[in-house]
Antibody
Framework: QVQLQESGPGLVKPSQTLSLTCTISGGSITTGGYYWNWIRQHPGGGLEWIAYIHYSGTTHYNPSLKSRASISLGTSDYVFSLTMTSVTAADTGMYFC?????????????WGEGTPVIVSS | QSVLTQPPSVAGAPGQRVTISCTGSSSNIGADYDVHWYQQFSGTAPKLLISSDSNRPSGVPDRFSGSKSDTSASLAITGLQAQDEAVYYCQSYDTILSAWVFGGGTKLTVL
């Protein structure tokens, strides 16, 4: 079965760029019918969808983050990434990658275990 | 402030039935976008519990059920068990925001 694993720096300074990677096992990005997503969870518990990418290269962003977020395919069929520029303390939280059923009716399953991000000087 | 509104907490005794509501608007649930539910235990990632309003993925007990009507959805849990203690989130799509949106989460306590 498909499993996802996030990796990231843990600690990022304010105004710097955050870079995260999601590695897929048990499947690949090229599997049809799915979007590959980044979702974050704020310290208070709220979940926020950030962006998705399809293996064709099609992307879609949460308008609230679009100007700072960039999702991309990796150099292999098993990796995709997220970069977020000009981070602030409000970007602190747990970042998850998740497979999503393609289409606006889609759900997210499975999720990676998450990688914590702390924005602090 | 979440786009989908859930009660912060619900509680029930073992064996009882509890429901968790998820209230949206005409631009998400009311626009007939599917509602999905997730279960999250402390320190772990959310797990898909109910998909497309009322479908249980393989392995999810039939004690969990979902429904949707107008601009709201509900998750029902019957035969409450101590292991059901978790935070539950609803999720849908919002056509005005052009984004997938979540409820704020409901913490279930088994008394």
């Amino acid at each position: 079965q498909v499993q996802l694993q996030e990796s990231g720096p843990g600690l990022v300074k304010p105004s710097q760029t955050l870079s995260l990677t999601c590695t897929i096992s048990g499947g690949s990005i090229t599997t049809g019918g799915y979007y590959w997503n980044w979702i974050r969870q704020h310290p208070g518990g709220g979940l926020e969808w950030i962006a998705y990418i399809h293996y064709s290269g099609t992307t879609h962003y949460n308008p609230s983050l679009k100007s700072r977020a960039s999702i991309s395919l990796g150099t292999s069929d098993y990796v995709f990434s997220l970069t977020m520029t000009s981070v602030t303390a409000a970007d602190t939280g747990m970042y998850f990658c998740a497979r999503g059923l393609a289409g606006t009716y889609g759900w997210f399953d499975p999720w990676g275990e998450g990688t914590p991000v702390i924005v602090s000087s | 402030q979440s786009v989908l509104t859930q009660p912060p907490s619900v509680a029930g005794a073992p064996g009882q039935r509890v429901t968790i509501s998820c209230t949206g608007s005409s631009s998400n649930i009311g626009a007939d976008y599917d509602v999905h539910w997730y279960q999250q235990f402390s320190g772990t990632a959310p797990k898909l519990l109910i998909s497309s309003d009322s479908n249980r993925p393989s392995g999810v007990p039939d004690r969990f059920s979902g429904s949707k009507s107008d601009t709201s959805a509900s998750l029902a849990i019957t035969g409450l068990q101590a292991q059901d203690e978790a935070v539950y989130y609803c999720q849908s799509y919002d056509t005005i925001l052009s984004a997938w949106v979540f409820g704020g989460g409901t913490k279930l306590t088994v008394l």
